[in-house]
C-alpha cells in the first residue's frame, strides 16, 4: 500500500514542501528513509515504532520504505515524525485515505506517542500559505507561534492519538484562535534610561541613533555606563511592526531561542555577544547553516562590548552585513542568506587601562594607545555614524538630583522622526536616514552656506578626516528630524560635529 | 668625491667603538690616510688603543675595495658623508666636544644649516598633553623667530617639535642615534622623509646601526653642542633629555627650562632642574629666550574674534581650567543644542577645544 503525506520544510528562513511517500511491501521486516536524511530522521525509525505500538496501533512487520520528495535536497530534524507515523497507519489503513490529504502535517514524536514541538514552525507555516495550504497539524507546544497567521486552520495537537482520532473523525480538535499581534509597551524591560544621571551627551546620541538607525559607538572609562546605556537601547527604539516582528521570530524560530509561550519576538532583540565569539557564531554557519548573532539581532540592537577586544578577523566580517542588511553563508553543501538588518552599539575605553581623558590618571603610553584605537579599522569606523565619550561617573552624580526623562518620552520622539523618515523615504526602499545612499544625500541633505562654511572650517581646524562628511550630513539630517524641521539647520550640523570623537586627531 | 683622510676616518667610523678611542687612535697618526696605509705596521700603536682581537678584525678590511663598498653603499641609500677633516664640518662640534668629536656625521639633506641658528629643543618620549602643548608652543615660536630646531626625533617632545617647526616652514636638524637608513621608532617614517627632503638629518652611526639603549643617550651630546641654547619642554626624573640638561651645562650652553606640574610625573625633572641648578634659565614665555639672545619679539599678529555675550560668558568659565560638558550645561543654562551650536563655533574659530572625556578648555596659544 502506498501513502503520501503533505509536510514542509526550511532551508534558510524559507521552507519548501517536502512530500512524505511510504510503501509497504511483503518482504522482510525493514524500514527504510531514502531522500537524503540525516541522522535525526534515519533514527524516526524507533521513535515511530515505539510511538504507534504505545499509542495501541499495530505496526506492520512489513518492508517499509520512506521516501521525502524532493529528493535530491538534504534534510534535517525531526519534524517528519508525525507524518511518517500517519503514513505508515494510513499504508496499513488504519487511518482512511482522504482526510489527511489536505493537512500539512508536523511534529516530533516521543515514544509514548506523544508530540513534541518543534523549531521553526512560524516560516514553515508562512512558506506553506504562500503554496496555497490552509489546514496544519502542529505540535501543541508549538500553538502560540502559529496564532498570528491569519486565514488558515491550524490543530495543535498533542499526541499521535489525537491526531489518528481526529482523522478518523472520531475526535475533534479545536483550531487555534489566531492573536492579533500587539507590540510590546516596554513593561517588560528592567531598566529605564530616567536610571541614568547626567551623560547628556551619550544619551543624546543614542537617541538619535535609535531615530536614524545610525552605529553608534561609546568610549569611556571602565564603570562609566556604556553597558547600562546600550542596555536601555531597546526602550528608545521605535516598536516593530508586525512584518518587523514576523521577521525577527523567524529567525528567532528555527534558532529556537523563540520563548513558546509567547510566540512571537515582541520587543526588539538586543543581542550581545561575548568578546570571545567566533566568526560563524557572529555572522552563522556551521553545517547546517545556523544564523548567527548579527541575524538574531535583525531589527534590534547588536551590542559589542568591549569592541576592540573582539578579534579583527570577526570584526571585518560584518563589514557586509552591515552594508547589505543580509549576510549570505555559504557552505560545502548549501548557500543560504539571512536577514540581519541590525543597528550596531558598540562600547570601547579609550585606552588599555582605560582611564585617557578621565580623572584617574592613565598608565598607557601614547604608542599603546594608538595601538588600541587601531584596532578598529578604518573601513568599520566608517560604517559607525556617532561616536560618542561616555563620562566617569564622578559628573554624573554631580547632576543626580535632576530626574532625567524615561525611556517613554525619548521613544515618543524616536517614533515621530521615524516617522519623518518613512514619509521622506516612501518608495525608495529604505526607512532610515542611515541608508541613505549618495544621491539621496544630495536630495535630501541640502545645508545652506552658513552651515557649509560651518562644515569645512570644522574640517580645517578640526582635523576631522574626509570620511566624516557624509557621516556628520546623516547625523544632522536625523537631528532635524528629532526636531520637526524640515531643513537641516547650522545648530544640526553643529551638533553632529560634536559626534565624531575618534576622528578627531587629538585622540592621538 | 672623498679625499684619502676622509675615506680612511670613514673606514675608521664603520667600527663601532667609542668616539674618544677612535679620537685617540688619529692623534698617534699624522693623519688618518696614514693610519689606514701604516696599518699593518703600526700593530703596537693600535694594540695600546684597541686590542689585539680588534686589530686582526680591522686588518682583515683594511683595503681600498671594502672602503668603495663603504661609500657606494651610502650613495645607494643617498647618504653623505662630512668628517672632522672636511671643510664644512660643523667646527662647534669639534670646539665643544673635543675629545668626544664625532670623527664622520652621516647627513642627508642641506648641510648648510649647521651654520644656522641652530636651538635644542628636548624633553620626554612619554608626552602629556601639557608637554605637547608646551613643545608647540615653543617650537612654534621659536621657529618663525628664525631658530633652527635641533631634536632627536625621538617619540614625544622631539617628534612635536620637528613636526611643529616643518609646518611653519621652518628649518630642523635631526639627530637620530641609529643609522641613518633605520627610523625609529617607526611611527616616524613620514616624519623622517620630510626632515630629510627639506632640512637636514645627521647622525655618527653608520648605515645599518640599528636602535640600542646606549646610543640615544651618546648622541644627545651633539644635539646639545650644535645649538646655541637648549630647551627642556617637559622632562620625567629618569628622562633621557635630563642627560642632555647635564650635557648642556657641562658644555656652557644655556640651559632653559619650562616648569612643570609638581603633581605631574612627568614634569618632576623639569622642576627638579629648575630647583637644583643656579645656571638654568626658567622660562615661561618664549620672550624669556628671546631677551637672553638680544631678538626682538617680531609683532603678533592678532586676529580678534568677535563673540558675542553667551560665548563670552563661556569663554570667563573655562579660563579657571577645563570643564566637563555637564558643568557648562548648568552653568550656562543654555539648551543643549544651543551649547553644542556656541562650543562648535568657539572650537572652529580656535577659541576653545575639546579634550578627551568631553571635556573643554581654551585652546592655548
Redesign the interface.
Known sequence: MLAKINSFALSGVKGYKVDIELDINSGLPSYDVVGLPDTAIKESRERVRSAIKNSGYDYPTKKITVNLAPADTKKEGAIFDLAIAIGILSATEQIPIGKYKDFIILGELSLDGSIRNISGILPTIIAGVECGYKNYIIPNANRNEASYIDGINVYPASSLREVVEFLRDTCLIEKINSHTYVSDNNNRYTVDFSEVK?Q??AK?ALEIGAAGGHNTIMIG?PGSGKTMLAKCMPTIMPSMTFEEAIEVTKIHSISGVLDPSVGIVTSRPFRSPHHTATIPSLTGGGSNCKPGEISLAHNGVLFLDEMPEYSRKTLETLRQPLEDGIVSISRARQTLEYPCDFMLVASMN?CPCGN???SNPCKC???EI?KYINKLSGPLLDRIDLQV?V??IT?SD??SEVTAETSAEIKKRVESARQMQRERFAGTGIYTNSQMSNSMLKKFCVIDKESDA?LE??FN??SLSARASTRILKVART?ADL?NCENIE???I??A??YR?LD?K??E | MYNSDERALIWLNSFSFSAPKKNHLINNFMSPAELVEDFNECKDIICSVLNEKNFLIMRDVCNDIYIDKLISDMADKHVKAVTMYSDDYPTILSDTLSEDTPIVLYYIGNIELFDSNCFAIVGNRRITRYGRDVTEKFARELTLHGFTIVSGMARGVDSVAHTECLKHDGNTIAVLGTGLDIVYPSENRELYRSIAKSCLVISEYPLGTPPTSYNFPHRNRIITALSRGVLVTEAGMKSGSMISANLAIDQGKDLFVVPGSIFSEQSLGCNALIKNNTNTFMVTTVNDILEKYDIRKRDEVVNAIQLDFIEQSIVKELENGKLHFEEILSKSNLEVSALFMTLTGLEVSKVIRKIPGNFYELQPN
Open positions: 547626567g547628556t551627551m543624546r572609562p579609550p585617557f581623558g578621565s603610553s601614547l604608542s594608538h565619550e563620562d566617569s559628573y554631580l547632576r560651518l572650517k570644522a581646524k578640526l537631528i526636531n547650522i545648530v544640526h553643529a551638533e560635529i560634536q570623537s578627531r587629538y585622540w
